[in-house]
């Protein structure tokens, strides 16, 4: 059975009050004396989501047996950098609907669209100056940059069907594992965990998010547009060759490719990714990305076996099996 | 006279070394190893333009005895961040030439211009944060956060001719005189200046800076596109009403008032400038405007006296009257 939002609730059940503490700074970080910034962030705060990369930093540090008062404002800059990318991705792939509400982006425009991200980075970036340990700061704007180049990476490869998968899954990795790893390794190092839990953790993080990431590659072919909370079928629409339609291109037929290649550059954007899965059988490219993710899952949870066992332990566990199985 | 580029290539003389150094710094910094993001911050690196508030740094800190290693990266990180609002402008007012060479959003498109943006960014406070003092780092986020406020408020209040000539010139004080303020302060402060010598040179950076963007205001008006390097009469075309427009709305009968708001309506965008300048007469709100900013660069150079007779004095008190006489 698919998890639910509210099985998700209760992986996270260990940590909650640090999640609350969490919340509660990202909420009067995004507060600001301007009315016009107010009106926006306020709008910003409802793309709440999963909140997954924040609930790393925490539980990771829960598992390892850390604990520090900054730890819920490290998992705030995290999540506040994430939330930044997101405002700036609808620019990217025009995507109408993220979670379930209007995106900044139809909602004003794309001017205010980029400064509200912009915003976000800087309160984040902001925030992360002020803990006692400038590890955050140092470790997080590293991996903004790794995060940014990733996404021009993959920009300027669109409508390549030519590129090696090993290529794009490593475009994956830095644009979305990295932040996970950053939010993996500062649980288990802010401000002064060993060197080798930290890189293990890392590891860690990278699987997991790298395994996210492909996930949200199939679920952007196949998922249902209600239950995933977003647009479906942007990365078609945007000229994103992923990895499970790579994956049938490479064993296509010239004349399958061709018609590929077709619904990729249909005018249209909506009807691309229709015509995708009418030119071809996705499945089988469903499958092995799938499978792949798994095998990343496995290794990621293989990580957890040194650290003691406790609740925090099982939700880090139980979040490798939800990335696999999730729908939304 | 209108001062020339030669002239102000002179005025910096005092500090060309730490200028070639920040210069290095910054081409350092841009430079990746992904051919994609080499491409593109190689388009930017062409973007040098003036290199004012890099050369407030270096100027200040020289004007007050200062010395210190780290100083050309600190002036490194202003211009980055610098260099991300400029990329990150570009899809705001849709701006078509900008010093000379195509804009990025023009060359590539608004998605790549918003990552190359935020690539610059991240690398700016990357780049602080691997400075000895975080001082930097924390000064330089604290003033982006306030950059974008002041950017998100003019987008907001586009098309507002109700709005008080003293917001319009807070919230120019905000989008440019933070980070010329920044930029002084630091020149004074970094990293162990006198509390009240960091504070006199950010008033003096404040001063100059918002006397730099009222200037520009005329500019847009009324600039030669040649000489000025970048579009005419984007504020315009953009909605933005600048403080010489709404000197001259304020004062004007309602008629002209209603031509004045019919100019910045068009659906041609690039036939408003010329709309408006047919609809009033501009001449009083520029002249209005001009000697508000002699009035900010006379305070400004007053703020030097206290300092030590110097090369790098008189150049800080000759930059007062180019941001004033400058058509560049």
Chains 1, 2 share one sequence.
Not at 17 to 42: F, H, K, N, Y
Not at 102 to 121: I, K, T
Not at 203 to 216: C, P, S, Y
Not at 248 to 265: G, L, M, Q, S, W
Request: charged share 25%; glycine share 6%; proline share 3%.
């Amino acid at each position: 059975m698919k998890p639910s939002p509210t099985q998700l609730a209760a992986l996270v059940a260990p940590i909650e009050s640090e999640l609350e503490a969490m919340r509660a700074t990202i909420v009067e970080q995004l507060s600001d004396g301007s009315g016009a910034v107010s009106d926006m962030t306020g709008h910003v705060a409802r793309f709440r989501g999963k909140q997954l990369r924040g609930s790393l930093v925490l539980l990771v540090a829960r598992a390892l047996g850390r604990q520090n008062d900054e730890l819920p404002a490290v998992a705030a800059v995290v999540e506040m950098i994430h939330l930044a990318t997101l405002v700036h991705d609808d620019i990217l792939d025009g995507a109408k609907v993220r979670r379930r509400v209007a995106s900044v982006n139809q909602r004003w425009d794309n001017q205010v669209a980029v400064l509200l991200g912009d915003f976000l980075y800087a309160r984040a970036f902001a925030l992360s100056t002020q803990l006692s340990d400038r590890m955050c700061s140092s470790l997080l704007a590293e991996t903004t940059r790794r995060l940014c180049v990733g996404e021009i990476e993959q920009s300027t490869r669109r409508y390549d069907f030519d590129q090696a998968p090993e290529k794009v899954e490593r475009i994956a990795a830095a644009k979305t594992a990295s932040l996970y790893a950053a939010a993996a390794e500062l649980g288990a190092r802010y401000p002064d965990g060993s060197e080798e839990e930290a890189q293990e953790m890392a590891r860690f993080g990278h699987e997991l998010g790298l395994a996210f990431q492909l996930v949200d590659d199939c679920l952007d072919l196949v998922g249902n547009e209600e239950t995933v909370g977003k647009s479906i079928g942007t990365d078609v629409a945007d000229g994103k060759v992923t990895l499970p339609v790579l994956t049938v291109y490479r064993k296509a037929t010239p004349e399958v490719r061709a018609r590929i290649r077709d619904a990729y550059t249909l005018p249209e954007l909506e009807d691309r990714v229709t015509h995708l899965a009418a030119a071809c059988d996705l499945q089988p490219g469903i499958d092995a990305t799938l499978a792949r993710a798994a095998e990343l899952a496995d290794s990621a949870r293989a990580r957890l076996s040194t650290l003691p066992e406790s609740a925090a332990r099982q939700a880090l566990d139980d979040l490798c099996g939800f990335v696999l199985a999730r729908s939304f």
